[in-house]
């Protein structure tokens, strides 16, 4: 199957700063991809669905301001989560898809996110 | 909007065993697609198997396969000759391909083959 990879795996930041995570597809290209969240021993939360080029459309509840997500190439998303607080600590996983007719989807390892 | 269910949060079952993992799901589409996903301890998340609602016939991925029953809105999932690594969350997911394909998960199911 296809290879999406999330970068930093791990990062542990101080309250207040911003942090960057990476999901990027190695050898396809990603028209849309998917940020989720992800608390212990829970499932999936589907925060915002990004397509290349365009505005996210982030779900209810969901702060666009607090979560920046940017999908500027075929190949690579960005979520950055600003003026982070210890209650944003938690999984964070990106899925891509190859295209809008294609029901496969690719997920990243993850990044766990500390804030302390 | 669509709803995942999965009943059991934890499951166990003997090496070589067969276990049935639950999963129901609540829409109004015709046309979607119902997926298992394995997410073992290191959390990537790995498909496991792929169903189409349009097909009546039930996907079979070697020791994976599942039971589909469209009318009742079930989609379990079985795992014959239970090994090791197996060991990890399952949780089903729904795709509404009249949605942006976004994937709707349930609660997750942690399965643990013992020995």
């Known amino acids: 199957g296809a290879v999406v990879s999330q970068h930093p795996s791990r990062v542990i930041c101080k309250s207040g700063t911003s942090v960057k995570i990476e999901c990027r597809s190695l050898?396809?290209?990603?028209?849309?991809m998917f940020w989720y969240r992800q608390f212990p021993k829970q499932s999936l939360m589907l925060m915002a669905t990004?397509?290349?080029?365009?505005?996210?459309?982030?779900e209810q509840g969901v702060e666009k301001d607090k979560f920046l997500i940017n999908h500027a190439s075929l190949t690579l998303s960005t979520l950055t989560v600003t003026s982070a607080h210890p209650e944003d600590s938690s999984f964070y996983i990106c899925?891509?898809?190859?295209?809008?007719?294609?029901?496969?989807?690719?997920f990243g390892q993850g990044t766990r996110l500390t804030v302390v | 909007a669509q709803t995942v269910t999965q009943s059991q949060p934890e499951m166990s079952v003997q090496e070589a065993e067969t276990v049935t993992l639950s999963c129901t799901y609540d829409?109004?589409?015709?046309?979607?697609?119902l997926f298992w996903y394995k997410q073992p301890p290191s959390r990537q998340m790995i498909l496991v198997i792929r169903?189409?609602?349009?097909?009546?016939q039930n996907a079979t991925e070697n020791r994976f396969s599942v039971n589909f029953q469209k009318a009742a809105k079930s989609f379990s999932l079985k795992i014959s000759d239970s090994q090791l690594g197996d060991t990890a969350m399952y949780f089903c997911?729904?795709?509404?391909?009249?949605?942006?394909?976004?994937?709707?998960f349930g609660g997750g199911t942690r399965l643990m083959v013992k020995p």
């Open positions: 899925s891509a898809r190859e295209g809008p007719m294609n029901t496969e989807a690719f």
């Open positions: 997911a729904f795709m509404n391909n009249n949605a942006g394909n976004m994937l709707t």
């Open positions: 829409t109004s589409e015709s046309n979607y697609y």
């Open positions: 169903q189409e609602a349009y097909k009546q």
């Open positions: 050898d396809f290209q990603a028209t849309t």
């Open positions: 990004s397509n290349e080029g365009s505005k996210a459309t982030y």
